[in-house]
């Protein structure tokens, strides 16, 4: 069942060929969003994409490389060409990568920099420009981390991956206030522990280097989640859903959490 009136309200998700982004598509479909399924994998878009056809929704799949200005130019243009006037774009797509600072290579740092911070902004400049010509305003939702507020901590060697998602919160503050007068409204969530493909590489990687069994580094971190679970994909879907709805409408340029507690600010 619905819960939002999003009818018609056409919608961008990257990186939705699994994980959250999938969960977005998907919520935002059943809400009635016409929705282009954006990824890298080409495959798992097409997938997803026929997964909101399954639900009686309407897809675009599409392979997208979100660090390419071409390509988000591309994906912008052909989602107004083939679903009609884009609303909402739902900056998703992400990387992690495990290395202490001292062990950051440069290589590391710009790949985790372009997708989690330089596509944010590719992308919401291709969005909002097409928002800003259609006029009626819009919704920009960025997906960042609560590693975009704190520090990961000492025994979670994700420094550069949250220097990437700090500069994701600082993009939202600052573009809801540049694209206000547009009636552009720009906001960001932060997760905490969210079972999908990137924590299982966090596990895994970070469970190699400290010589645990695989499975306890995880294990450990949702033992520290107030709500006593590990979260689902559908919980930052839920959030995201709200802010892309009508009940949202006096909200820009903030940045909430959903992290079953475990985010302090
Ligand atoms: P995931 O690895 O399961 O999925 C990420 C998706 O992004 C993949 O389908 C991948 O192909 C796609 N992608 C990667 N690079 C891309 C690129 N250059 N262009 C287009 N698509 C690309 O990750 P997830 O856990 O679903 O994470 C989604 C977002 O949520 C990320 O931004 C991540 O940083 C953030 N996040 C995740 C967690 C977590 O615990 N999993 C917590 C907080 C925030």
Excluded at 159 to 175: E, N, P
Excluded at 223 to 240: C, F, T
Aim: charged share 20%; with cysteine; glycine share 12%.
């Amino acid at each position: 069942m619905p819960r939002y009136n999003l009818e018609g309200q056409v919608a961008i998700v990257t990186g939705a060929g699994r994980g959250i982004g999938r969960a977005i598509a998907l919520r935002l479909a059943r809400e009635g969003c016409p929705v282009t399924v954006a990824d890298l994998d080409g495959e798992t878009a097409t997938q997803v994409a026929d997964e909101v056809r399954d639900l009686g929704g309407q897809a675009l799949p599409l392979q997208v490389d979100v660090t390419r200005n071409e390509e988000v130019q591309h994906m912008v243009h052909q989602t107004s060409e083939e679903l009609g006037s884009l609303r909402i774009l739902v900056n998703n797509a992400g990387i992690g990568a495990i290395a202490t600072l001292l062990e950051t290579d440069e290589e590391t740092w710009d790949a985790l920099m372009n997708v989690n911070a330089k596509s944010v902004l590719l992308c919401s400049q291709a969005a909002a420009r097409q928002m800003i010509k259609q006029g009626g305003g819009g919704r920009i939702i960025n997906n960042a981390s609560g590693a975009g507020k704190i520090a990961p901590g000492k025994g979670m060697p994700l420094g550069a991956y949250a220097a990437s998602k700090h500069a994701v919160v600082a993009l939202t503050k600052q573009m809801g206030l540049e694209l206000s007068d547009h009636g552009i409204l720009v906001n960001c969530v932060c997760a905490g522990i969210v079972d999908t493909p990137m924590w299982d590489l966090i596990d895994r990687e970070t469970a190699a280097q400290q010589g645990v069994p695989v499975g306890s580094v995880k294990a450990q971190a949702v033992a520290g989640v107030p709500l006593g679970r590990i979260q689902q994909p559908e919980d930052v879907a839920n959030l995201v859903a709200f802010l892309a709805s009508d009940d949202a409408s006096y909200m820009t340029g903030q940045t909430y959490n959903v992290s079953g507690g475990l985010l302090p600010y």
